[in-house]
């Protein structure tokens, strides 16, 4: 037996205060860079490849050959583009919602009982937003652990059964799903607005992300990308969806960083997307990289943080492909 250590909000299952309005804001952020996505991309075109996880951001899908998908040699490793979506851009990373986070393990078994919805949007609920189709157990009197065991946790509650039916418009916000069927094209003095909009939304989201991850735990498995929103990890043995046959599906919990969380999601950044293709080669050392958002964001007309700028490689200027030959 340990002894019993006190533990501050939120590690003993009461908020933490002083992180509720930021969670708020995280919230509202996330809504407005969904909405903005969505409507940007009828104007900034978005390519993925079929084989593996490359996106690009132009129009048309660049011509480096470094496709690793599994037909890559047929096509001397050059990508299999089709169009992308939204989801190419704003990675979707989905969580189990909890009522109580500190209370059942959810097992292998019981895992349809709960809902999959955007980490993010699970973060800020157990952080203190209200939403709900999504109740959340709020304690008064704080749970009590003695070294890893939970020796007080104000008894199990049975979880409310979620009343999603009720008002199923209120959700629709807060996902990547179908977003851009929910906005018409923007009008195109507007663009230049929504983008900046967009891309303030996406470094409030980042911000206040990684201020939540300091006090809120969440995990992320080692093996593959799923993540976990709460103390625990959960017990659903779907890890690699069974590509782990050793580990029994069973995934390794470890803190997870933002980046797990919310993906920067990396693409080439583009100086002329309606130029010809980017080639690899040696001009690919002219090249920078940025989080997939801030590259769209850019590309409608956004001023973007100066932290970014030198991953863009936006000082570089990029010469043609022989002065290139001369300089390799
Ligand atoms: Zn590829
Ligand atoms: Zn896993
Ligand atoms: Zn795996």
């Not at 973060?123 to 652990?145: D, H």
């Not at 629709?172 to 967009?198: N, W």
């Not at 580990?247 to 693409?267: C, I, L, M, S």
Request: glycine fraction near 8%; charge should be positive.
């Amino acid at each position: 037996m340990g002894i019993e250590k006190p533990l501050d909000p939120p590690k003993n299952g009461l908020l933490a205060p002083d992180l509720i309005p930021v969670a708020y804001k995280v919230l509202d952020a996330w809504k407005v860079l969904i909405k903005g996505l969505g409507q940007l991309l009828y104007v900034i075109p978005v390519y993925s490849c079929n084989e593996c996880s490359e996106v690009h951001v132009s129009h048309s899908g660049h011509h480096m050959q470094d496709c690793l998908g599994p037909t890559n040699s047929k096509r001397r490793s050059f990508h299999s583009w089709i169009k992308g979506s939204i989801n190419d851009i704003l990675v979707p990373i989905e969580a189990y919602h909890l009522y109580d986070p500190f209370g059942r393990r959810i097992k292998h078994e019981t895992r349809f009982q709960y809902d999959r919805i955007p980490a993010i949007v699970e973060l800020c609920i157990q952080a203190g937003v209200e939403i709900p189709e999504y109740p959340s157990r709020r304690r008064t009197k704080p749970i009590r652990m003695i070294g890893r065991k939970v020796i007080d946790r104000g008894g199990l509650v049975e979880e409310p059964q979620p009343w999603r039916a009720a008002n199923p418009s209120s959700l629709v916000d807060l996902d990547t799903h179908g977003a851009c069927e929910r906005f018409p094209p923007p009008l195109p003095s507007d663009i230049p607005k929504i983008a900046q909009e967009t891309m303030d939304a996406y470094e409030t989201v980042r911000f206040g992300v990684t201020k939540l991850m300091k006090k809120y735990t969440v995990k992320a498995c080692g093996y593959c990308t799923e993540v976990h929103v709460g103390p625990w990890g959960h017990n659903a043995k779907l890890c690699g969806e069974f590509k782990h046959q050793w580990r029994d599906g069973k995934h390794g919990w470890q803190d997870a960083t933002v980046d797990e969380v919310f993906p920067p999601n990396y693409v080439w950044h583009v100086k002329d997307p309606k130029g010809p293709p980017m080639k690899g080669g040696a001009l690919k050392k002219f090249y920078g990289k940025a989080p997939a958002v801030v590259e769209v964001c850019l590309q409608a007309g956004a001023q973007i943080p100066e932290k970014y700028k030198p991953m863009m490689r936006l000082d570089i200027v990029v010469p043609d492909s022989e002065e290139a030959q001369l300089v390799a």
